[in-house]
């Protein structure tokens, strides 16, 4: 009973914190629309280092100029102004590093059962959930993945379901709350789900889907009803007959139907992926992307035609029968092919070395006369990984004009000894190696560990 | 140059059984051995076995001749932990030969007599250079119908992943799962688990002790069968180690105290919080298996995850090899990941080059057969063309016990088939 009063006392505290700002920018927001406001900056000129611009080039020797969060420009011996000049001589930069597929902050560390929130497990379709409802921003994961480069990220949810939920795109800063690390502009997406995990879940419970087959006949009947339901808005529109009530979970759908939300497909086998690009032709939408894919090294050439991007991990495979085909050199038959190869992490360590799984591909690759560049390579973590989550106009690249979201690292970035120095979002330094002055450390971090005031 | 020493190296594996002696030369050679790092060395093979090794050594007349210069030799890599041979597909497919789910067997369990040589993950991982491995139990775990598995689950082995696939050394571990996850299998407290392994040990001395009577019906009954209470015997007399899963800084202390008490040999497997602790293990000679990445609070018992454990370790005295914490079995191979992380943490090269190599030969009793290039141990040597632990290069030859192993497996041929995708026929028809 006293603990009630407590909570009650407390968020009495935190509503007159509120209303005290209530005449800020944030009160005439959209609920669930991003709040972040970047960290503050000033002007910086990063002196004198081989940068890889994210759009496949190189140049050597090259200074970058941050202004106002944006990049300004790259190039040799560029005109300082009024910027602060940092000598990186001997360091390589290239854009921040984008992972697509992370589940910090649903799935958080420490990983207790109470903080298992990443599948909505209860129906084989749950289109309503919105992942970053699940988000814990206090996750140390995140402060991790920041040492490693990645300034943004997409959050999903799990792959128990055919449909999971929309994801959420982060700008990598710590908040209070997730609206204050939504990435701003960035499309929602969707996470459907192929193959072994749904009918398993729902299977095991005696329930559809308990086959491949299953799993398909869940996607087109969904899609059947997101259809009419986009069908019924759109007459009611048009003066004809009553708009549906509201339905969560058939907005996100229609949404996807409307190209406003992009598709984020878990598939492993190729013939699977072939088949959900034909569920996509029928209903009229476009898979953006799928993740694992295992198997897209079989159908390169499906994917370069259907301008979906394959998320890989660069050698993971065998830990269940759908990845059981998995070769090492997969992204770089992706990206021979023409299509979009992107690195992806699923996984709170690997998200802190995807430079280093890029690598490992590189070595693959030149083992069988394919051989990769560092500047095509850094486009798997950078360029192609903000086209597939539709932030491409924005960041993923050292154009002038871009969000100035920008790695520094010791040495050649696929190089296992290399390390991400300085780290930069919107112009902002968000870490910097070595520095307790500047670097974030998460509420749970604090006084739970000997570095961070804890016991010895 | 590639091609040439490639063609040669085939060529070799060709004659293998004509040629008693293979010598090859020209490489900077890193023995892990009294010898150090040799430059412009020869390094002599005479069947399964290094011979010779040295800058001042000349191929003997008659010994086929290859060409490494300028290569880089290391000895085979050796993974200090993972289920080779015992898994095919993790999850929910596929021979799991791994975990002992029954009643009937806990300490007396042996994974030796269910590994397979010929596993797809034996030459995925050879080709990148793995000659040896510990082969483990699975450590089980609690799943929605409670505990799966034991707290002691049983007996690891040494296998080398040659042609001939022979287990080097049964019964070289005995191991152990302690902390959150055995207090998963024991009844929801860690101090269950520990119980249980002290009962274990109580029962083994009993059945030492009184053998005799045991046999002739005059002692009680055992809550351990026969075999466990046979297997548990080389723990007690301290030549078999304990193989510990367990990360939190209280339980290591817990285990040094039980080490001590009943002068037993452990090995910690996991350890995140060892490096709070180092002096203290380097004092009663425990060693650890170091997750060189592992840095994140992903429980309660690893609140002190960090980067650079292992350096800790090193400067304490505390013997240590490095493991890849994710994937030990279908990816063993990504140890040279982990030390090279290591290295960027602060690890000396060539300490975490034995990390991956002679220490855990060491660690389990085999150093005198494989771990470092010297003469007498088994030829087991890795021919890279640049730093091995960067992750762009690749082995371009293994030998394992002086053979040339092919440098094929599942996925290169799946790779090739899928290379010729210009070939004008469905994959099912190409090569």
Partial sequence: ?456 | MKRLFIGIATLALTFSAFAETTAIVGAKVHTVGPQGTLMNATIVIRDDKIIAVGSDVSAPDGAVVLDATGKIITPGLFSPFGRLGLVEVSSSAGPADALQRGELFTAGFDVADAYNPRSTLIAINRIEGVTRALIAPAPGGADDFGAVGHVLSGQAAIVNLGDDGVIDQRRAAMVVTLGERGSGLAGGSRAGAWLTLRNALDEARDYRNHKGDFERGLRREYEHSVADLEALQGVLSGTVPMLVALDRASDIEVLIALCKEYGLRAIINGGTEAWMLADELAAADISVLVAATYNLPGDFDRLNARRGAAVVLAEAGVRFALTDGQSATHNARNITQSAGNAVADGLAWDLALRAITLTPAEIYGVADIAGSIEPGKAADIVIWSADPLELTNYPDQVFINGKAIPMQSRQTLLRDRYLKSDSGQPPAYRD
């Fill in chain 1, 1 to 456: 009973m006293n603990k009630f009063i407590v909570a009650l006392a407390t968020s009495a505290v935190f509503i007159t914190a509120c209303s005290d700002s209530s005449d800020d920018d944030d009160s005439g927001m959209a609920p669930y629309a991003s709040r972040y406001v970047p960290l503050s900056s000033t002007s910086t000129l990063l002196r004198n280092a081989t940068v890889l611009t994210g759009t496949g080039e190189r140049v050597d020797n090259a200074d970058v100029l941050l202004a106002d969060g944006k990049i300004v420009s790259v190039g040799a011996e560029l005109d300082a102004g009024e910027a602060a000049v940092i000598d990186v001589s001997g360091m390589w930069i290239t854009p921040g590093i984008i992972d697509v597929h992370s589940h910090l902050g649903v799935y958080p560390s420490p990983g207790t059962a109470s903080h298992s929130d990443g599948n909505e497990a209860t129906a084989p379709v749950t289109a309503q959930v919105w992942a970053e409802h699940s988000v814990w921003p206090h996750d140390p994961g995140f402060v991790t993945a920041l040492a490693g480069g990645v300034t943004s990220l997409q959050i999903l949810p799990g792959s128990a379901n055919l449909i999971g939920g929309r994801s959420v795109t982060l700008k990598n800063v710590p908040g209070r709350n997730v609206m204050e690390m939504k990435f701003p502009g960035a499309p929602y997406g969707l996470k459907m789900a192929c193959g072994e995990n749904p009918k398993r879940v729902y299977g095991g419970r005696g329930q559809a889907p308990g086959t491949r087959m299953g799993n398909v006949a869940g996607y087109r009947t969904a899609w059947i009803e997101a259809a009419e339901y986009r069908d019924k808005l759109a007459a009611a529109d048009d003066g004809q007959g009553e708009a549906p009530t509201r339905d969560l979970r058939l907005e996100t759908l229609a949404g996807v139907l409307d190209g406003e939300i992009l598709v984020h497909n878990h598939c492993y086998r190729g013939d699977e992926m072939s088949v959900m690009l034909d569920i996509a032709k029928e209903f009229g939408y476009k898979v953006g992307t799928f993740h694992h894919a295992v198997e897209a090294y079989k159908i390169a050439d499906l994917l370069a035609e259907a301008d979906t991007c394959a998320a890989v991990w660069a050698d993971w495979w065998g830990f269940k029968m759908e990845a059981y085909d998995g070769i090492r050199e997969n992204a770089a038959l992706i990206d021979k092919a023409g299509a979009c190869a992107v690195i992806h992490s699923d996984d709170d360590l690997g998200i802190q070395r995807l430079n280093q799984e890029s690598a490992k591909i590189m070595g693959s690759a030149a083992r069988v006369g394919i051989d990769i560049a560092p500047e095509r390579a850094i486009r798997w973590i950078t360029s192609n990984a903000a086209k597939s989550l539709g932030i491409a106009e924005m960041t993923g690249t050292l154009e002038a004009g871009k969000m100035a979201d920008v790695v520094v690292w010791s040495d050649n970035p696929f190089s296992v000894y290399s390390k991400a120095e300085r780290v930069y979002i919107d112009g902002a330094l968000a870490f910097e190696r070595g520095n307790t002055a500047v670097n974030p450390v998460t509420d749970f971090s604090v006084g739970t560990t000997t570095a961070t005031g804890g016991a010895k």
